[in-house]
């Protein structure tokens, strides 16, 4: 018998991804699936790709069905998942794959979210320094955003180093139809997205504070874009360096950031981050340059925006917090064309 698990809001895309992770990891055993308008369906009828896999029907969303595991992962809407933790056994781990326990400043949250904030838990990102400890110490967590996590990984190391300048980063990111939910929205009909590329809140995505917290960046302008496919984030981090840098420069402050990261690769010079590569994948494959023409740093990252930067990153939280090796039931070779 493996460690018990439940997945809250398992309905969705997060949702699913995280059954199928959980069907296929050695030591984790689901006892229970929630949804909402999804209650009382089998799993397989709303995730066809998991027939074969799961029995489970969907059970109503309470604290008495999830309390019977001993790690719950919370893939919920924003603002919905602060009460239901709280009304969870404190013994009882939870990683949360919304944002209501990812902001350390409430003010931040009422700016950026709205409502009352839930509090803070350990932030879900093992490659930042000393956040791996911190993760494996902790009984709740705070998953990234999607998009956090791709400007994350590509900035960090930088503004650590010293390389670039924190009050002075751009980032255009390009992300899959799934990062928007399963919910029926026009916008997001076939008809409205193929053939498409379109920007959304522009300089006003909730992820920049998220951004600015994991990294000490001060000034950061984000536009995030719709791009036609289901799945995967390629994010452009431009930053302004410091000092004078060298593509060599930025690579070798990357290189040394992941050198032992198992899921985080710097790509080979010249080749650069494909969405497709990273599909199913708990990666994030990264490639850096200086602009020939500004001389501002450049570093694309792609992500599969369920994998590094959804389930897949609960899945590795959750293995350091029951004391699993990080990798288990996590695969790092994407699936192509």
């Not at 719950?72 to 602060?82: D, I, R, T």
């Not at 710097?266 to 490639?287: E, I, V, Y």
């Not at 990153?313 to 996590?330: F, I, R």
Request: proline share 8%.
């Amino acid at each position: 018998m493996g460690v018990r698990v439940a997945v809250a809001g398992a309905s969705g895309y997060a949702g699913g991804e995280l059954l199928r992770l959980i069907a296929g990891h050695p030591e984790l055993e689901l006892v229970a699936a929630t949804a909402g308008q999804q209650t009382g369906r089998p799993v397989s009828e709303v995730h066809p790709q998991l027939t074969g896999s799961h029995e489970v029907v969907f059970a109503p969303t309470d604290p008495d069905t999830l309390a019977a595991a001993d790690l719950v992962f919370l893939a919920l809407p924003h603002g919905e998942s602060g009460a239901l933790a709280a009304a969870l056994p404190p013994e009882v781990k939870v990683v949360d794959l919304g944002a209501d326990h990812r902001l350390a400043d409430p003010q931040a949250w009422q700016r950026w979210y709205g409502g009352t904030h839930a509090g803070t838990w350990t932030y879900g990102l093992p490659e930042l320094p000393g956040q791996r400890e911190r993760i494996a110490a902790a009984g709740r967590v705070a998953n990234t955003g999607c998009y956090a996590v791709a400007t994350i990984l590509a900035l960090a190391p930088l503004l650590a180093a010293g390389l670039a300048e924190p009050d002075d980063v751009v980032v255009v990111a390009a992300s899959g139809t799934s990062g928007a939910g399963r919910g029926a929205k026009p916008h997001l009909l076939g008809s409205e997205v193929m053939g498409d590329l379109s920007p959304y809140k522009v300089g006003v995505h909730q992820h920049v504070p998220e951004i600015k917290q994991a990294t000490g960046a001060r000034g950061l302008s984000f536009t995030p874009i719709l791009a036609p496919m289901p799945r995967g984030i390629l994010a452009t981090v431009t930053a302004r360096p410091a000092r004078p840098v060298t593509a060599d420069d930025v690579r070798a402050v990357l290189a040394e950031a992941y050198a032992d990261e198992p899921f985080v690769h710097l790509l080979p010079a010249g080749q650069w981050p494909h969405t497709a590569a990273t599909l199913g994948a708990n990666t994030c494959h990264l490639q850096a340059t200086v602009d020939s023409d500004t001389g501002r740093i450049l570093v694309t990252s792609a992500i599969d925006n369920l994998g590094k930067g959804a389930s897949g990153q609960a899945v590795q939280c959750a293995n350091l917090m029951l004391g699993l090796p990080e990798t288990t039931g996590l695969t790092t070779i994407g699936v192509a064309p």
